[in-house]
């Protein structure tokens, strides 16, 4: 089945570790997302992809950082630089910007411990 | 600033009771307003997506319309498994991403 798989679905990190989250999609889709949800909040973009090795800030990639190596993949480092990393994270994917449609995978829980 | 509001932040209601949500936006320019399920501990779930003034699209017992500045997503006769966080959002003024809205928590009741 075509869809974007994220894992691990549970990651817990020690201040001061740095954690990959990954996110690989089989939509054939050129434009890749992360957002982070916080309880109350609504969804905040972290870092946005249009094309294999290009990648751009969202209003949060403070603490953050991604690559684009193949169009399947777009992992999400969250450093030790991000004080407050305990969220939920989504990864998105769509055929392209300009108002296309997002889709999600499942997310992955960060806690610090 | 582009800007998504959804109201009410929470709403309760008996099964059978109809209602809507509302979703306002200052974002210039619309191209494409969309609607989301979102149930807890999962990812968003795509429902419609909206281009013009007057248009309207059905999904079972949902129904999402869309104005100049808002858009309302009414829901007739709701039945439990309609419980669901219900997002909405817009294009950023580039169009490279959507911005959210915090959403509305619907509670349905039998």
């Known amino acids: 089945d075509g869809g974007i798989t994220q894992s691990p679905k549970y990651l817990f990190r020690k201040e001061g570790q740095n954690v990959t989250l990954s996110c690989e999609q089989n939509?054939?889709?050129?434009?890749m997302y992360w957002y982070r949800q916080d309880p109350g909040q609504g969804l905040r973009l972290i870092y946005y992809?249009?094309?294999?090795?290009?990648?751009q800030k969202g209003d949060i990639a403070e603490g953050y950082s991604v690559s684009r190596e193949k169009k399947e993949s777009f992992p999400l480092t969250v450093t030790s630089a991000q004080k407050n990393p305990t969220a939920f994270y989504l990864c998105?994917?769509?055929?392209?910007?300009?108002?296309?449609?997002?889709?999600f995978g499942e997310g992955s829980w960060l806690t610090v411990v | 600033e582009d800007q998504v509001t959804q109201s009410p932040e929470a709403l309760r209601l008996q099964e059978g009771e109809s209602s809507s949500l509302n979703c306002s936006y200052t974002?210039?320019?619309?191209?494409?307003l969309f609607w989301y399920r979102q149930d807890p501990g999962k990812g968003p779930e795509f429902l419609f997506t909206?281009?013009?003034a007057g248009e309207e699209k059905e999904k079972e017992r949902l129904k999402a319309t869309l104005t100049k500045k808002e858009s309302f997503l009414h829901i007739t006769a709701p039945k439990p498994e309609d419980s669901a966080t219900y997002l909405c959002?817009?294009?950023?003024?580039?169009?490279?991403?959507?911005?959210f809205g915090k959403g509305t928590t619907l509670s349905v009741s039998s």
């Open positions: 998105a994917s769509s055929t392209g910007t300009s108002g296309n449609t997002i889709y």
């Open positions: 939509l054939n889709h050129d434009a």
């Open positions: 992809s249009q094309i294999v090795n290009d990648f």
């Open positions: 974002v210039s320019g619309l191209r494409g």
């Open positions: 909206l281009y013009s």
């Open positions: 959002a817009v294009p950023n003024q580039a169009g490279t991403a959507l911005i």
